[in-house]
C-alpha cells in the first residue's frame, strides 16, 4: 500500500514562465521534501498545462524506480489540462510536456491521456469546472484536498458514473501537500502501476482534517465564492433532495 498526493504543484504563482523555468527545479525539492515529511510515498507533480521531468537525487525522479528513498516522497509525471469545460488531471509514465489551455475538450483530454498510458481524473468537480457533466472515459473523479466538504456531493457523482475516487491536495504551497491524498495497493509504486491501480479501483482517497487544514480550506472556501467558482450539484436545487455537507 502507498501514500500518493495525486494533485500537486511546483509552484505558487502562474503565468510568469521565464520565472518558472528557473523557480520548478526548486519548487519540486521543496514540494517531494514536504511530501516525504508528512509520510507520503509519492507525489504527482500536476502543473497547469505544463509537464517537466525533473531528476534532484534522491526519491525517484520521474517517477521511476521503487518507493521512497531519502529525504525526497518518489515524483510521479503528470499535468493539468485546462479543457474546454475545465480541468483534468493527466498522470502517469508518459503525459504531454504542453497544452494549450482551453484547446482540447474533455473527451479530446481523455483521449490524448489513454493514447500515452496515462489515467484520466476529473479534477475538482464543483469548482469553476462543468467536465463533471461531460460523457467521457474517465479513470477517476477526485476527492479535491481544498474542498473535501464536496466530499458527500463528489461521492454521488462517482457511484453515478461508476468510477473509483482519487485524493489529491491540489497544492500550490509545499506546506498544502499532503491534505488529501490516494492510497494505492501496488507491489511497486511507478507511474504505470498508479494507472493500473486506478483503473482497476485498487485506490482510496484520504482527507488530512487537521485544525491547519482546516483552516486553509475556510480560507481558500471564502476567496473562490468571490470568484465564483463553487458550484453546487444540480439536485441540490430540486425541493426536498437533501442538504449540502458541512
Request: aromatic fraction near 8%; hydrophobic fraction near 30%; proline fraction near 8%.
Amino acid at each position: 500500500m502507498y501514500a500518493v498526493d495525486l494533485h500537486a504543484h511546483t509552484r505558487f504563482f502562474h503565468g510568469h514562465e521565464r520565472a518558472a523555468d528557473y523557480y520548478d527545479p526548486v519548487g519540486v525539492r521543496l514540494l517531494a521534501g514536504a511530501a516525504g515529511l508528512r509520510g507520503l510515498d509519492g507525489v504527482a507533480t500536476t502543473n497547469h498545462d505544463y509537464y517537466r521531468a525533473f531528476d534532484f537525487g534522491g526519491g525517484r525522479p520521474g517517477g521511476s524506480g521503487r518507493g521512497k528513498s531519502g529525504p525526497y516522497a518518489a515524483t510521479i509525471p503528470g499535468i493539468e489540462v485546462t479543457t474546454t469545460h475545465g480541468h483534468v488531471l493527466v498522470v502517469g509514465p508518459d503525459p504531454p510536456t504542453r497544452t494549450e489551455p482551453g484547446d482540447l475538450s474533455p473527451e479530446g483530454a481523455v483521449e490524448l491521456a489513454h493514447d500515452r498510458g496515462c489515467a484520466a481524473i476529473v479534477a475538482h468537480p464543483y469548482r469553476n469546472s462543468t467536465v463533471r457533466e461531460v460523457d467521457a472515459d474517465f479513470d477517476a473523479i477526485e476527492i479535491n484536498g481544498k474542498h473535501p466538504r464536496t466530499e458527500e456531493w463528489v461521492r454521488k457523482l462517482a457511484d453515478r458514473h461508476d468510477l473509483p475516487l482519487v485524493g489529491g491536495s491540489d497544492a500550490h504551497y509545499p506546506v498544502e501537500v499532503g491534505r488529501a491524498y490516494t492510497e494505492i495497493e501496488a507491489d511497486d509504486l511507478t507511474p504505470e502501476s498508479v494507472v493500473a491501480a486506478i483503473r482497476d479501483g485498487r485506490v482510496r482517497p484520504r482527507v488530512n482534517r487537521s485544525p491547519f487544514n482546516r483552516a486553509l480550506r475556510t480560507l481558500y472556501r471564502r476567496v473562490h465564492e468571490e470568484k465564483g467558482y463553487l458550484q453546487r450539484p444540480e439536485w441540490l436545487d430540486t425541493p426536498g433532495v437533501g442538504k449540502p455537507p458541512k
